[in-house]
């Protein structure tokens, strides 16, 4: 725990019992606990739900109502901090209770040492903060998904949609000339309508390609970065491609596939659009029982803590989904950007042991 004052809201009904936890609480050197006591429950709810206290004790058995009830309703009020039941007597039913109830701990009064509940408010904290990364985690990446998939709809309006609603005003007028007994070659060239879906075969072609590039199935992820950097340096001429696979093909578990490729993917657009780079650098390698991928450019570099802390939750995706793309399959994601030496990501994954992939 850190060194900053954690502040406890105790909702406990008997005077001594408040002395005994303020007692409790005092005899630890760190943190310094800030405590307030509430003595009923009547007012406990608004300030269990104020949004103001770090942790908050609950008493078993209020005067009126169980600690239990009263924990249930603040959570359903939208109480954000997490709560530890105390109790007089233990009682295995009500610690099975208490967990269902969403309780972060169940503590026996006559049994609670500073040290143990210095420890048990530390890890109900320290689980929280984890509750709610990971909450914001699926959030985000809920929204990553609407976003693409409003993407696809508008592209595939745009695109494929316009053009088969041509194709089949075009077939409609071709087919009324016809049935009116007029010839073939006038109107709408068929040549012309042969030329529109041949296009919308190709449109569709590159929205599956975008999709899920059919190259990695095909023919493995190692050619697929192979081709990935030629267009890459076909298309910035002005940048230096260097790349090394020190790696096989069978090396690399198949759902990884599609997560190396994402991180490069975004890893290039990247210094393509923001680092002013003369030259970038792509490894994958096999290396002391680890997959490791790296992608460095010699760029203009930026402040990592500013754009990763202060992000706008709809913007600036990139970053983020690479580092959560890397975390959720198992990888370790390091980012080291400086003004003068550019951009390195570094991503690496025990090998042969992927938890999850991510859709791609
Ligand atoms: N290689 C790089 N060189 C310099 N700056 C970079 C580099 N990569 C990222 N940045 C900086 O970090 C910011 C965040 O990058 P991120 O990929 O998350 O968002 P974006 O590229 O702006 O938008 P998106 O990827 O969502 O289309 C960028 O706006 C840029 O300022
Ligand atoms: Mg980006």
Redesign the pocket.
């Given at each position: 725990m850190t060194d900053a004052t954690v502040k406890v809201l105790l909702v406990e009904d008997d005077e001594d019992d408040y002395i005994l936890v303020k007692d409790l609480l005092e005899e630890v050197n760190s943190p310094r606990f800030e405590l307030k006591w509430v003595a009923s429950d009547d007012g406990a709810l608004q300030d269990m739900c104020s949004g103001q206290y770090d942790i908050c004790l609950v008493d078993y058995r209020l005067g009126t109502r169980s600690g239990l009830d009263l924990m249930t309703d603040a959570k359903a009020k939208g109480m954000r901090c997490p709560a530890i039941l105390l109790t007089g007597y233990g009682d295995h039913d009500v610690d099975l209770k208490a967990t269902k109830a969403g309780a972060a701990d169940y503590l026996e009064k006559s049994l609670i040492t500073p040290a143990l509940l210095e420890r048990s408010i530390r890890y109900a904290m320290e689980n929280a903060q984890t509750t709610l990364a990971l909450q914001n985690l699926s959030r985000r990446i809920l929204s990553a998904h609407e976003d693409e998939r409003k993407r696809i709809a508008q592209e595939l309006h745009d695109s494929s949609g316009s053009s088969l609603t041509a194709i089949k005003i075009g077939l409609e007028s071709k087919l009324e000339a016809m049935r009116k007994g007029k010839d073939a070659v006038e109107g709408i060239r068929l040549e012309d309508l042969i030329r529109l879906v041949q296009d919308t075969i190709k449109e569709t072609r590159r929205m599956q390609q975008a999709l899920r590039p059919p190259i990695i199935d095909d023919l493995g992820i190692v050619v697929a970065l192979r081709s990935l950097c030629r267009d890459f340096a076909k298309f910035c001429p002005d940048i230096q491609i260097q790349h090394s696979f020190d790696i096989q093909e069978e090396e690399i578990p198949e759902p990884l596939k599609i997560v190396i490729y994402r991180v490069c993917q975004?890893?290039f657009?990247?210094?393509v659009?923001?680092?002013?780079?003369t030259s970038a650098c792509m490894i994958l390698r096999k290396w002391e029982g680890r997959i490791e991928l790296s992608i460095e450019?010699n760029?203009?570099?930026?402040d990592?803590r500013k754009?990763?802390e202060g992000?706008d939750i709809r913007?600036?995706?990139?970053?983020?989904?690479?580092k959560e793309r890397s975390e959720l399959s198992g990888g370790f994601f390091s980012l080291c950007?400086s003004e003068s030496k550019?951009?390195a990501?570094l991503v690496s994954w025990p090998a042969g042991s992927v938890h999850y992939s991510l859709p791609a």
């Amino acid at each position: 725990m850190t060194d900053a004052t954690v502040k406890v809201l105790l909702v406990e009904d008997d005077e001594d019992d408040y002395i005994l936890v303020k007692d409790l609480l005092e005899e630890v050197n760190s943190p310094r606990f800030e405590l307030k006591w509430v003595a009923s429950d009547d007012g406990a709810l608004q300030d269990m739900c104020s949004g103001q206290y770090d942790i908050c004790l609950v008493d078993y058995r209020l005067g009126t109502r169980s600690g239990l009830d009263l924990m249930t309703d603040a959570k359903a009020k939208g109480m954000r901090c997490p709560a530890i039941l105390l109790t007089g007597y233990g009682d295995h039913d009500v610690d099975l209770k208490a967990t269902k109830a969403g309780a972060a701990d169940y503590l026996e009064k006559s049994l609670i040492t500073p040290a143990l509940l210095e420890r048990s408010i530390r890890y109900a904290m320290e689980n929280a903060q984890t509750t709610l990364a990971l909450q914001n985690l699926s959030r985000r990446i809920l929204s990553a998904h609407e976003d693409e998939r409003k993407r696809i709809a508008q592209e595939l309006h745009d695109s494929s949609g316009s053009s088969l609603t041509a194709i089949k005003i075009g077939l409609e007028s071709k087919l009324e000339a016809m049935r009116k007994g007029k010839d073939a070659v006038e109107g709408i060239r068929l040549e012309d309508l042969i030329r529109l879906v041949q296009d919308t075969i190709k449109e569709t072609r590159r929205m599956q390609q975008a999709l899920r590039p059919p190259i990695i199935d095909d023919l493995g992820i190692v050619v697929a970065l192979r081709s990935l950097c030629r267009d890459f340096a076909k298309f910035c001429p002005d940048i230096q491609i260097q790349h090394s696979f020190d790696i096989q093909e069978e090396e690399i578990p198949e759902p990884l596939k599609i997560v190396i490729y994402r991180v490069c993917q975004e890893a290039f657009n990247n210094i393509v659009k923001h680092s002013s780079a003369t030259s970038a650098c792509m490894i994958l390698r096999k290396w002391e029982g680890r997959i490791e991928l790296s992608i460095e450019d010699n760029g203009q570099g930026f402040d990592p803590r500013k754009v990763l802390e202060g992000r706008d939750i709809r913007r600036e995706m990139g970053l983020a989904s690479m580092k959560e793309r890397s975390e959720l399959s198992g990888g370790f994601f390091s980012l080291c950007s400086s003004e003068s030496k550019g951009t390195a990501i570094l991503v690496s994954w025990p090998a042969g042991s992927v938890h999850y992939s991510l859709p791609a």
